[in-house]
């Protein structure tokens, strides 16, 4: 009679046993460490060179500088200043080989112009 009843208690164990693992591997809600900060863009920067092309359909000014060209992709936020004047990228477009201090923020969509200064 002793093995009877030895089988019958090894199989309930057995059927309790993952649930007994189950309850012991369920994770329980933590709180979760407070988040840092993430620089989610890099440093804004200048750049000066002359005025290589303007394509004010696509929004882009080319600078040559000294000896790299860079694009720059203009916003409705762009300041765009001849001197004391605010103009536009098409009134831009007709300073041709005109010199230009540009202050943009680098992105993943491309340098991002937040201002352009036309140099007199």
Known sequence: ???PVMVAVTAFALTLAP??????????????????DVISRWPAE????????VDPSQKLLIVKGDSTIFDFVITP??????GNKRVTLAQLN?????????HFVPER????AASITLSQ
């Open 77 to 82: 936020r762009t300041r765009i200043m001849d």
């Open 19 to 36: 649930m007994a693992v189950a309850a012991s591997t369920t994770k329980t809600p933590q709180k979760t460490a407070a988040k840092t």
């Open 109 to 112: 969509k491309g340098d991002v």
């Open 46 to 53: 200048n750049v000066s060179g002359s005025i290589a092309m």
């Open 94 to 102: 007709a300073k041709d080989n005109g010199q230009v201090k540009v």
């Open 1 to 3: 009679m002793k093995f």
